[in-house]
């Protein structure tokens, strides 16, 4: 119900939403800045949005301008669908300046008398953030703000907006200092405050319209880099490179044909050691090939510093690049060519250069263009050597070869000892099982859990026991913890590390475990929550190894084929979704109809209901054979419902055939009860059915994504209306005279394979309508079993489909 509550209210938001200007503001709202909505009116409280320019004061006559929802939370507004944003001089309505540079969702327009003097959306489309520069009018200055209307919904939006002031400096044109250094100083007025807008502006639009790189590996999400840049396309051709370095006196971007140093053209962010003024110096430089050192060129073109500014060790700059310059006889197109982005940080200048990276050196994992925008995550050093000097076994599918696993455990070969490794994304814990076969129960754990409220330390480590069956289960009692030892761990954004070491022989439960010469299947599992003496469920993710090899054989895991588990998805979703829908409604509503026609000596609705069903039975009990192998035995707690239910509707089904092969004859007294019978068992099959594709979409170890959902609900209320019609229809059939037309199959009328009179040889009314809709139905079901077939069979469906994207651009 919930669902068909939020459906309606789209579709009423939709409507009310064409009423508005969903491609801009247009100019007859320059000076009031008023929507024109129809019966609706401003806000009155506070805005939740925030109009904020990028310094306290204009750059050559420019500054940038966003416009910005609030980070999402509690009471966040999501996103804003339109704007309008002007420069105005304080206690006047007259539009200031120009907009010199609007990204691709925005436009400008004309407030007379001037030109592009106002900025505005081009499309209704939900936007968190827009960044805009502007120009102030030539030889003007004085303090203006930027007021903006900011519009959340048809109903709800905000007029006069405001920025702080931003004081407009009348442009002058300055030589630049000797030998062609771009260079600029930090104003008086640089605050903490100017330092930290600046840093926030910088990580707006990462991933949508600038591409970004930071450290520590996934500090852009939570915009907490030690070190950072951002580049992005200008307006006027070439590029902007925004970057960050705390707690250095440099930061650096170099662009390479590879991830490692050497013959990389590099832009440098420098504060020197003898500039009193808190300045920021931008250099060109080189990356030596073979020597991994640096050398400043002494060419310094191709560039130019926007803005600099050092405060408290952090250090800020924004530069404008070239679309091509040419270092060392080899030319850098940033248009036209992909490359690697290099960031590097460091604490220490040497003369004409700067020192060692010792506070950030990371790569993009491979080479783009610089205008295709993203967030460039670098190589995760926990794969360093997978499958070549350590054995990693990760999930889902191929990710180790990706570098991007939910969850990953690697094993290391050293001496009397193993070195275990393992990493979990979204986790409380993540574990790793040694087993004899690939389910889970005999088989000894090793596992890093999160505990904050442990007075030792966040992350510990326990060997445990998998309990076998009838009590599955996992416990730590009686199980010694000498054997292992916790190295290293972390817990960052959500995602759990540690490292440990495990004795050689070690002997769980009367079981021993000799990792040198023994082999075994991996079980990785990671979860959410925990227990008082063991892990919680794996909710996150638990996947076992297709192999049962030696932990010494490395590239020996891989995981365990998944193919049982999708062709018993696929054949439910076969057999419920297509066959069931359309079997049910052939003898149903259609008794009537081609009753000229038979095949094989059987009226049409018979012939298709009978080849239906029986495809259903067929497909149902294959696919219940197929995931009693696939699991070995009776399922978690987390599944139990769904496999309740699926049972349920697989015993129903297996017997609906056997109690129509003995139904009693058309004309005996038990034929009714017959009729209800099978009406009955076929409908609570059908109904159990959907119900339990319901619950597979939440079952972890499905790979489902939520929005599944509204898939499935869309198809219950299509098939829910083909079925009122179909009623109706009948209704209106009968009320015709005509014969009429067996509706509810509970009724005892003639029987549909032997024609009793000559008055059946002409369809009920209204057939063609029937037909129509039987037409309607077929390919509406045809079309959601194949989608959802596909979401099944493509699981996780995201990343095969992103993997499928990259696969097209790799082309």
Request: hydrophobic share 40%; aromatic share 10%; net charge neutral.
């Amino acid at each position: 119900m919930q669902r068909w509550t939020v459906v309606w209210c789209l579709c009423m938001a939709g409507a009310r939403l064409v009423g508005g200007f969903s491609q801009g503001a247009p100019p007859s709202t320059c000076e009031s800045m008023v929507p024109k909505h129809r019966n609706t009116a401003p806000q009155n409280g506070q805005s939740v949005y925030t109009v904020a320019s990028s310094h306290p004061h204009t750059q050559d006559g420019k500054v940038r301008v966003m416009i910005s929802a609030p980070d999402s939370g509690a009471g966040a507004a999501p996103g804003f669908a339109g704007f309008l944003v002007e420069a105005r001089s304080p206690q006047e309505t007259a539009a200031l300046g120009t907009f010199s540079s609007v990204p691709e969702e925005a436009q400008t327009i004309d407030c007379a008398p001037g030109q592009s003097n106002a900025a505005t959306h081009r499309s209704g489309l939900i936007k968190q953030a827009v960044e805009l520069e502007w120009e102030a009018p030539p030889d003007w200055e004085g303090d203006i703000n930027f007021v903006a209307t900011v519009v959340s919904n048809y109903t709800t939006y905000w007029v006069g907006v405001q920025s702080e002031p931003v004081r407009v400096i009348k442009r002058q044109v300055e030589g630049g200092p000797p030998g062609g250094i771009s260079t600029t100083k930090a104003p008086a007025t640089v605050t903490v405050e100017d330092i930290l807008s600046s840093e926030m502006q910088l990580y707006a639009g990462c991933g949508s319209s600038k591409s970004c790189v930071g450290s520590p590996l996934g500090c852009i999400d939570t915009k907490s880099c030690e070190a950072v840049v951002a580049v992005t396309s200008s307006s006027g051709g070439g590029y902007t490179i925004d970057m960050v370095g705390k707690q250095v006196k440099y930061v650096a971007v170099g662009f390479s044909d590879d991830t490692v140093m050497g013959s990389d053209h590099v832009i440098e962010c420098v504060h020197e050691d003898n500039d009193a003024e808190n300045g920021v110096k931008a250099y060109r430089s080189w990356n030596l090939p073979g020597t991994k050192s640096n050398r400043r060129e002494e060419r310094q073109s191709g560039f130019s510093l926007m803005r600099g500014v050092y405060l408290d060790g952090t250090v800020y700059c924004r530069v404008h690049h070239d679309a091509s310059v040419t270092v060392q006889d080899k030319t850098f197109n940033l248009d036209k060519t992909p490359y690697n982005l290099l960031l590097a940080a460091g604490s220490e200048l040497k003369p004409n250069g700067v020192g060692f990276h010792n506070k950030a050196f990371v790569s993009s994992a491979d080479k783009q263009l610089m205008s295709d925008f993203r967030v460039i995550t670098p190589p995760d050093p926990f794969y360093d050597g997978c499958n070549e000097v350590k054995t990693c076994f990760g999930a889902p599918g191929d990710c180790v070869a990706s570098r991007d696993c939910l969850a990953v455990a690697s094993v290391l070969t050293q001496g009397l000892r193993y070195q275990f490794e393992m990493k979990a994304k979204a986790a409380g814990y993540v574990a790793l099982g040694l087993s004899e076969d690939r389910f889970m129960g005999s088989d000894s754990v090793v596992e890093c859990v999160h505990n904050p409220s442990s007075a030792s330390g966040p992350i510990k480590a326990y060997m445990s026991w998998n309990v076998p069956l009838p009590n599955k289960s996992n416990t730590r009692k009686s199980v010694s913890q000498e054997s292992i030892t916790l190295l290293n761990g972390s817990y960052t954004d959500g995602t759990i590390y540690c490292r440990l070491s495990r004795d050689l022989v070690t002997t769980v439960e009367g079981t021993t475990f000799n990792l040198a010469q023994d082999q075994y299947y991996l079980l990785l599992a990671a979860g959410s929550s925990l227990k008082s003496e063991s892990v919680g469920f794996h909710d996150v993710i638990y996947v076992a190894s297709g192999q049962k090899a030696a932990l010494t054989d490395v590239g020996g895991f891989t995981e365990a084929s998944r193919v049982l588990l999708k062709l018993h998805g696929a054949l439910m979703v076969a057999a419920w979704i297509g066959a069931a829908s359309l079997g049910i409604v052939m003898a149903r509503y259609y008794r009537q109809t081609w009753v000229t026609s038979s095949f094989c000596g059987k009226d049409i609705w018979f012939a298709w209901h009978r080849f239906l069903m029986l495809m259903v039975w067929l497909l149902t009990l294959t696919g219940a054979v197929l995931i009693v192998v696939e699991v070995g035995g009776w399922v978690s707690e987390a599944s139990v419902v769904h496999a309740l239910l699926g049972s349920a509707t697989t015993l129903l089904c297996f017997i609906q055939p056997f109690m129509a092969l003995f139904r009693p004859h058309p004309g005996a007294s038990r034929r009714s009860l017959f009729n209800w019978a099978h009406w009955f068992v076929g409908n609570a099959a059908h109904i159990l059915a959907i119900v339990t594709i319901f619950l597979a979409v939440q079952l972890n170890k499905a790979e489902l994504p939520q929005w599944m959902d509204w898939v499935l609900v869309g198809y219950v209320a299509f098939y829910v209306i083909i079925h009122l019609i179909l009623s109706m229809c009948g209704c209106v059939s009968e009320r015709a005279g005509s014969k009429r037309i067996n509706t509810f199959p509970m009724k005892d009328m003639n029987s549909g394979r032997v024609p009793l009179s000559m008055d059946r040889k002409q369809d009920a009314p209204h057939a063609g309508l029937r037909k129509c809709l039987l037409v309607i139905l077929v390919l509406g079901v045809v079309a959601v079993s194949t989608f959802l077939i596909l979401l099944v069979v493509f699981a996780p469906f995201e990343r095969s489909w992103a993997q499928f994207r990259e696969s097209l651009k790799s082309m």
